[in-house]
């Protein structure tokens, strides 16, 4: 087993670098927090949007919190651009993605779209997809 300290190295080096250092939501910079079970560094306002996922999204402060061993491994595996390779695979081009001087409502809607409803991973096969060309 690391030391929380390594771990907290770790996590801090990872959200160094490029694609982790901007939100995986709303692209603000220097993302303090993770949510653990998607693999991403998101900031402040959208982690308390992740809160409200909870059967989806567990967040921790990459900061302040103890990191378990195989969370870093996680994260060192995931980090924002293989998780957006997944959740944001079909978005279509018309398609409106928050930014963070954006209002939260916005960006909870395109959490909620991204990772609750996971409308844009191309898995699902209905009409709306085929129209979208993403099946």
Known sequence: MAGQGRNNRILLDLVQQAGND????CAAPEPDW???TLGV????????MHR????????KSIRLDYW???????MQQMGN???KAVFEKCVPSFY?????????????????AKYERREFTGERNDFLHVVLGCF
């Open 34 to 36: 993770a949510s653990y």
């Open 22 to 25: 901007l939100c995986a939501d």
């Open 41 to 48: 560094f998101v900031c402040l306002n959208c982690s308390g």
């Open 68 to 74: 378990e061993d195989s969370l870093v491994q996680f």
């Open 52 to 59: 409200n996922l909870p059967s989806v999204s567990r967040v």
């Open 81 to 83: 651009t293989a998780a």
């Open 96 to 112: 409106y993605r928050p930014r963070h001087h954006d209002c939260i409502v916005l960006k909870d809607q395109w959490i909620r």
